[in-house]
């Protein structure tokens, strides 16, 4: 077990960029290396990610890892987890963290069942044990109802951090580090899978995870034709529109616009919750939100318990009358 | 096409959260009173999954349950959807096991079911919410993975798959048997229809034991665990919600935006 040192993290490339979920596994990778006294290093995989390491050292990175290879264009279980294998065999960290992202929620399961140890899914805190040096690993489960400390005693401590809820450091570009190519050795005969066409939302306007202010609609808007009225007010506040699950199943709003434990982690500064009626599951999307303010017919509905303030009311009556106000005052 | 689809009875995860009490003294949730458990929402998505394809293509849908205390109303459920069969997992030594040693288990009985095209499972099982035991399956049979699915077709022994993406989706074609986990996107669950409720209460699961499954004991339920869970603990959700009032729309809505412009929200 002593073999293993040192803290690793998966940097995820976007459409050629350092994710900024990579950067933020780098703040808290930081942390952890500093406690446990050991080094940081990250690995970057994909085709054409070279370019990428100077900025995942000033991200915080001693070392990067670069799996560079055409075949690893596109994410694909069957080539990124034989990959990351061998990365880590090779490298033996003592912690590997990865971004719950639907990468993450793919590879690091099966990587851990192949390596042998474990993995804890979606944490939103970890730290060091002081006394044991292992990593307390802090979860939501049971939709968001309850947190659970979770530690194991295999190496390396695989786990998932969930978007936003770590601080990226601030780029330093003096800094500086080592970068390191591993060769993926792949054997193309051997891959069961193939991706044969990706396919991207459109978004107009700003996006979710983006935005500074976002009016989300539930169930209780009862149609597509309601949305657009959240539409116009997210357009006069420059935010965006999200929705609970339900708005999305239902074909009112495209299932990328879903915030919640299943869809999207936000964090605007004003977060308004129409026809919501606080599920934990939705919740655990937007808490983070610094100001959330529900309109909601039910006096009783959870989501109050969320809000800052509230107004108890058919939000058909409340909307437009706010949205009124708001372009009056915006007018000033 | 034979599939099997495996199903978890979870706590439901829609009972209000008001409802929600953990055992800090076990570190276990208390399974609020009045309010039945549920097979997993996600899973019952998957057994969805394999009855279209049964739909389209014909075949054999297996639904295989772990656990103790099965609710035989609860675990028929995938029975009366139009499922053919239902094996369970149901014995003490299967109880609180973590992703490691419930993939052991469901593993080691696919193993002795033995033929089979496609698994299915849920996404994430709606209690833990850690979504490992697919993928876990899939590594122990050593047969490709794919997760978070919406949409499947076969044919040709192969799979043709839409996965989610963060930004969309992505088609995917894997060679078969491959294991496939589910997610809501695919659509609602089929309600259970009359006949099928009818066939499910004559239908007698088959109940498998350890031994039955060739499973080594110290690889299941709690003695199988590879993670503690040192603390569960319900976060404290500060509620300090100012109601805003009036005496019509326009007064509130008026009301409401000099709050939020005075708090320098808007
Ligand atoms: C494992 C799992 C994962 C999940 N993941 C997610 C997720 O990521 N995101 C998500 O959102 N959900 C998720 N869910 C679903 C979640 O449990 C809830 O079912 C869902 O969030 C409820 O959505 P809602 O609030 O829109 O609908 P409801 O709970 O039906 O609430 C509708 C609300 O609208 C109010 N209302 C109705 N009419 C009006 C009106 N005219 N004016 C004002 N108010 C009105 C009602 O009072 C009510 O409070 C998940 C569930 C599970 C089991």
């Known amino acids: 077990m002593s073999d293993y040192k040192g803290v690793m993290i998966y940097g995820e490339v976007t459409e050629g960029k350092l994710s900024s979920i990579a950067k ?34 000033a991200s915080g990175a001693d070392k ?41 929620r793919d590879l690091a399961p099966r990587l851990s069942f192949r390596l042998g140890t474990a993995a804890t899914m979606d944490c939103v805190a970890l730290a060091i044990d002081p006394a044991s040096k292992r990593l307390l690993q802090t979860k939501p489960v049971f939709g968001g109802n309850a947190q659970a400390i979770f530690t194991y005693d295999s190496d390396p401590q695989i786990a998932t951090v969930r978007a936003k809820v ?5 780029p330093d570009a003096s800094r500086k580090g080592e970068v390191i190519t591993i060769d993926a050795s792949l054997d193309p005969s051997t891959i069961k899978t193939k991706v044969l066409q990706q396919v991207k939302e459109e978004v107009t306007g700003i996006k979710l995870e983006d935005a500074a202010v976002i009016v989300s609609g539930g169930r209780g808007i009862g149609g597509a034709e309601g949305f657009k009225q959240l539409a116009e007010l997210a357009e006069v506040l420059k935010g965006a529109v999200g929705a609970s699950r339900p708005a999305c199943d239902s074909g009112w709003m495209p299932e990328t616009a879903q915030v919640g434990l299943t869809g999207k982690i936000v964090t605007p500064n004003f977060y308004l919750a129409v026809g919501i009626s606080g599920s934990s599951q939705h919740l655990a999307g937007c808490s983070n939100a610094k100001t959330i303010v529900a309109i909601n017919k039910d006096p009783e509905a959870n989501i109050f318990k969320a809000a800052r303030y509230g107004i108890v009311g058919d939000w058909k009556q409340v909307l437009p009358a706010f949205t009124k106000k708001v372009k009056e005052l915006l007018a000033k | 096409m034979n599939m099997i689809v495996c199903c978890k009875q979870v706590i439901d995860p829609e009972a209000p959260p008001a409802s929600f009490k953990v055992d800090s003294s076990t570190n276990k949730v208390v399974p609020p009173p009045g309010v039945p458990p549920v097979i997993s929402p996600f899973d019952e998505q998957a057994i969805e ?43 003490d030594a299967f109880a609180d096991g973590d992703s490691w040693s419930t993939a052991y288990a469901l593993a080691m009985a696919i193993k002795k079911i033995g033929d089979y095209d496609i698994i299915f ?9 850690t979504g490992q035991v697919g993928s876990g399956i899939a590594e122990i049979l050593g047969i490709p993975s794919l997760t978070l699915a919406k949409k499947i077709e076969v044919g040709d022994g192969k799979a043709r798959v839409e996965r989610l993406t963060a930004d969309g989706y992505e088609v995917v074609e894997v060679n078969l048997p491959a294991l496939i986990t589910v997610t809501n996107e695919l659509g609602e669950a089929r309600y259970p229809t009359i006949k099928g409720i009818m066939a499910a209460k004559r239908k007698e699961p088959v109940v498998w034991k350890p031994a039955d499954i060739g499973a080594d004991t110290a690889k299941i339920g709690t003695a199988g665990r590879r993670t503690k869970v040192i603390k569960l603990f319900q976060p404290v959700i500060e509620s300090k919600c100012e109601i805003i009032g009036g005496d019509n729309p326009e007064d509130v809505a008026a009301k409401l935006v000099l709050k939020l412009r005075e708090a320098k929200i808007i």
Not at chain 1, 72 to 99: A, R, S
Not at chain 2, 52 to 77: F, H
């Open chain 2, 49 to 91: 999954a394999a009855l279209r394809i049964k739909d389209a293509k014909g075949g054999k849908v297996t639904a295989l349950s772990l656990g103790t205390k099965l609710l035989r109303d609860v675990v028929k459920k995938p029975l009366s959807m139009g499922a053919d069969e239902l094996v369970l997992l149901e014995d």
């Open chain 1, 64 to 104: 990067v890892y670069i799996v560079d290879n055409p075949l690893l264009k596109d994410y694909q279980t069957e080539t990124y987890v034989p990959v990351m294998e061998k990365v880590v065999k090779q490298v033996m960290p003592q912690v590997v963290l990865l971004g719950q992202t639907t990468i993450g």
């Open chain 2, 121 to 129: 499972c849920g996404r994430q099982a709606a209690d833990w919410d």
């Open chain 1, 166 to 170: 770590m601080s990226p450091m601030e």
């Open chain 1, 24 to 57: 933020e596994l780098l703040g808290c990778g930081r942390k952890i290396a500093s406690d446990l006294g050991q080094q940081l290093s990250a690995v970057l995989v994909g085709s054409g990610v070279g370019g990428l390491a100077q900025e995942t050292i």
